[in-house]
């Protein structure tokens, strides 16, 4: 079984930063891909960065040149640093892995989410 643990959410105002973490533990061969979604209220879970471990990072263009992932292999664990952030980035954020399991091969995982909120 493998678990992904998220932190860092929090309340900023606009041009402010957070950090997001989220780490995984358990059964864990490998990880092949590492990425951040979120979801607002009233819409769809959008994708925010993704990388296939040993590629480039992909942002979505509504945060390039702001955000930043950054992973950690030997921790297993994933970061999400957001400077400048605007109203329109509250959403609860989502980290998912793609999982090499022991045994039962790639498996994907989601964080528990974390709420980031951003006042005017």
């Known amino acids: 079984q493998v678990q992904l643990v998220e932190s860092g959410g929090g309340l900023v105002q606009a041009g402010e930063s957070l950090r997001l973490s989220c780490a995984a533990s358990?059964?864990?061969?490998?990880?092949?891909?590492m990425g951040w979604y979120r979801q607002a209220p009233g819409k769809q879970r959008e994708l925010v960065a993704v990388?296939?471990?040993?590629?480039?990072?992909k942002y979505a263009d509504s945060v390039k040149g702001r955000f930043t992932m950054s992973g950690d292999n030997a921790k297993n664990t994933v970061y999400l640093q957001m400077n400048s952030l605007r109203p329109e980035d509250t959403a609860v954020y989502y980290c998912?892995?793609?999982?090499?399991?022991?045994?039962?091969?790639?498996?994907?995982?989601w964080g528990q989410g974390t709420q980031v909120t951003v006042s005017s």
């Open positions: 998912n892995m793609n999982v090499m399991v022991p045994g039962q091969g790639l498996i994907g995982y």
């Open positions: 990388k296939i471990i040993g590629g480039d990072t």
């Open positions: 358990g059964s864990i061969f490998s990880i092949n891909v």
